[in-house]
């Protein structure tokens, strides 16, 4: 090769770097490649790992040994864990309903409060959240384990006589996941009841709409991309959750989250646990979608 | 049976307490007499009680003090869901989650109309308003025009004894607003219904109006026909809000019949005017003229109000050439049509030119000064 052959080809090689350079799609590959690599170590590699895992098999010593096993999937159809799985689908369900039914009406009063105490209402909302989620959980045992804070003051309003046993009960759970989520009902919702304009109602009173009927046909419409944002915000995140079972329901109420937890914790059947986790995401997956799809607002949510 | 008005207000007063606390009295002991079938207009600056006073005729808002009448019946306390009157919003405020055709709808379907009447009826209705086959679409499709063409026809489907509108035309350009007024103006007068129009948009009132009422401050300053208002404004406000006019500072030396002398101070001379509205000798008095109405000459004239002035700008601007002077310190505008059509620059009146105005004593108007 020639001194001319070898000086034209670093020219190229350089100019082909250059031309890299000048890219459009290099550029903008490169400039998301940040957010790019966070999604693969933190999303897709977690989940090919988790998938991969739900088809190995336990060893004798809970350790994983990498034999092809979909048993993991058939177990679950075990009545043991199908009926914790649609226990688990109840509870989620039973924490929407009741704080969209609970946080509805405080959102909209918080939306047509007066400008200046709105700011402060979402701020009250908040407040728990300024600390740790344990201890909240802990004050609630307080307040209604027996001889608690809940039976001391029914009694001595000569309400209840004996103490009324709530804790450790599907009750319990209740009313602590209900506390736990209402705030990502109410933020969503009161998001767009805010963005109604009074005009709006007042077009739909001038056109003889009495106040029932406007709120059936202009704010209650007008309202559902909140009501699916608050409900996707509550209902995933109940169906896995397992610390408030625990703590408030005893050993007696498993969700799903708590199965998932204790094969990897306690049970070392890592790969089931997998497979259980494989299960939850695919079922919350598949009813999100059909709820935001039946309701034709799914274009609105990615925004 | 309806009686002759179709609004009345009867010393109307409406109080705010505002987010600071303080004390708001938008509109001040307001009367007003609108008649059936009549165009009318509330105009005024921002501020000035018209919308609050148009939101009591609805029923969005309730007098502190007062009466509002629709149709002859007093309606105290009672909500707009039962008023027989409909009202087109600045905003159009259009359901956005509703077709045009359901937004049209609403109104008939809380009536309990049925499915074949509300279909006839919303069909009559978005013809009359030129929207045809756009009844599937939903308001975000629409230009401007046609939303706020949406709003009027979803007003007027209800066939109310009195359509309210709020500034109807404010979001739209130019062009488009000169278009809907004569619109609006021909529909009004094809339905027959009463029209309550709002609009700080002078020319828009003057335009399609039967009777204005000027408002400023929560009160009603003026109320009569266009021409009424243009060429005979009671206070120095008016004269000033509708159209432009010169103002001069005097006192009343004499009065005679309408006659008023006045001197100004100013000139050190004396002006003749008209005085329409009650004024005695001694007052402080504003001497008002239109532009338009001041003649501009070359040379002086031997009549009263001729005064020498010089020419400071002159302004070519297609129909009119507006020029001001400087007339013993005081500045004058004036408006002259270009009636000749000359590239000639001798035919405009030059900067530094001298020239002579005259105020004809019927055109200047003499006001008590508020």
């Known amino acids: ?303 | 049976m309806p009686g002759k008005y179709a609004v009345e207000l009867r010393d109307v007063v409406k109080r705010f307490v505002t987010p600071e606390g303080r004390d708001l009295e938008a509109v001040s002991h307001v009367t007003m007499k609108i008649r059936n079938g009549e165009f009318f207009s509330m105009l005024g600056p921002s501020g000035c009680g018209k919308t609050t006073s148009l939101r009591l005729i609805a029923g969005f808002e309730w007098p502190t003090l007062g009466e509002v009448y629709i149709d002859g019946e007093p309606q105290g306390h009672r909500p707009p869901f039962q008023r027989p009157v409909n009202t087109v919003f600045q905003s159009y405020a259009l359901f956005q989650h509703m077709t045009v055709f359901e937004n049209v709808a609403f109104g008939l379907e809380m009536e309990g109309a049925s499915k074949d009447e509300i279909r006839k009826r919303v069909g009559r209705s978005l013809e009359m308003v030129q929207l045809i086959g756009l009844d599937r679409r939903h308001p975000k499709q629409l230009s401007g025009g046609q939303q706020q063409r949406v709003a009027l026809a979803r007003a007027l489907v209800k066939t109310p004894s009195v359509l309210l509108l709020d500034e109807p035309l404010g979001a739209l350009d130019l062009k488009l607003r000169k278009e809907m007024q004569l619109e609006l103006k021909a529909l009004q007068q094809r339905l027959g219904i009463t029209f309550v129009y709002v609009t700080h948009d002078q020319e828009e009132a003057l335009t399609m109006s039967d009777r204005i009422a000027v408002m400023s401050q929560g009160k009603v300053l003026q109320m009569g026909p266009a021409v009424e208002i243009y060429e005979r404004p009671t206070s120095r406000f008016v004269a000033a809000f509708i159209g432009e006019a010169n103002f001069l500072d005097g006192r009343v030396k004499s009065l005679k019949g309408g006659n008023a002398v006045v001197t100004i101070p100013a000139w050190g001379t004396d002006i003749a005017g008209l005085s329409t509205t009650k004024v005695h000798v001694g007052d402080e008095v504003a001497v008002s003229i239109r532009p338009e109405k001041v003649r501009l000459t070359d040379a002086p004239e031997a009549v009263k109000n001729c005064l020498e002035g010089t020419v400071s700008t002159s302004t070519y601007i297609g129909s009119d050439t507006h020029i001001y002077l400087d007339v013993r310190g005081q500045r004058i505008k004036v408006w002259e049509q270009n009636r000749t059509s000359t590239l000639d620059p001798r035919s405009l009146y030059q900067v530094g030119a001298k020239a002579w105005i005259t105020l004809p004593p019927e055109n200047t108007l003499v006001l008590a000064r508020e």
């Open chain 1, 1 to 303: 090769m020639s001194a001319r052959d070898a000086s034209r080809a670093r020219t190229r090689q350089l100019s082909l770097f250059a031309r890299l350079r000048e890219s459009r799609i290099f550029q903008g590959v490169a400039l998301i490649s940040p957010a790019n690599a966070y999604l693969f170590f933190f999303v897709i590699l977690p989940l090919v790992m988790i998938v991969i895992l739900s088809f190995l098999s336990r060893g004798a010593y809970g350790q994983v040994v990498f034999r092809f096993n979909p048993g993991n999937y058939t177990r679950l159809l075990d009545p043991v864990y199908a009926r914790i799985l649609v226990y688990s689908l109840g509870v989620g369900f039973g924490t929407t309903v009741i704080t969209m039914l609970i946080g509805y009406p405080l959102a909209y009063y918080i939306a047509r409060s007066p400008a200046r105490q709105r700011s402060m209402l979402l701020f009250l909302i908040l407040v728990p959240f300024w600390t740790n989620f344990v201890i909240r959980i802990y004050a609630w045992i307080m307040i209604l384990r027996g001889g608690g804070l809940l039976d001391t003051f029914l009694q001595w309003a000569g309400l209840t006589e004996e103490p009324l046993g709530l804790l450790y009960t599907p009750t319990a759970v209740m009313i602590g996941m209900v506390y736990e989520f209402l705030p990502f009902m109410v933020l969503p919702l009161y998001t767009s009841l805010e963005k109604i304009e009074n005009a709006l109602l007042e077009a739909a009173a001038d056109l003889g709409a009495p106040p029932w009927r406007a709120f059936l046909r202009v704010t209650l419409p007008l309202s559902v991309p909140g009501m699916i944002a608050g409900t996707i915000l509550v209902f995933i995140p109940a169906m896995g959750m397992f610390v408030l079972p625990d703590l408030m329901g005893g050993a007696k109420t498993l969700l799903i989250g708590n199965v998932i937890r204790n094969q990897f914790l306690t049970a070392r059947d890592w790969p089931f646990g997998a497979a259980a986790s494989m299960i939850l995401m695919v079922m919350t997956l598949a009813l999100t979608l059909f709820y935001t799809r039946r309701a034709g607002f799914s274009e609105e949510l990615l925004v």
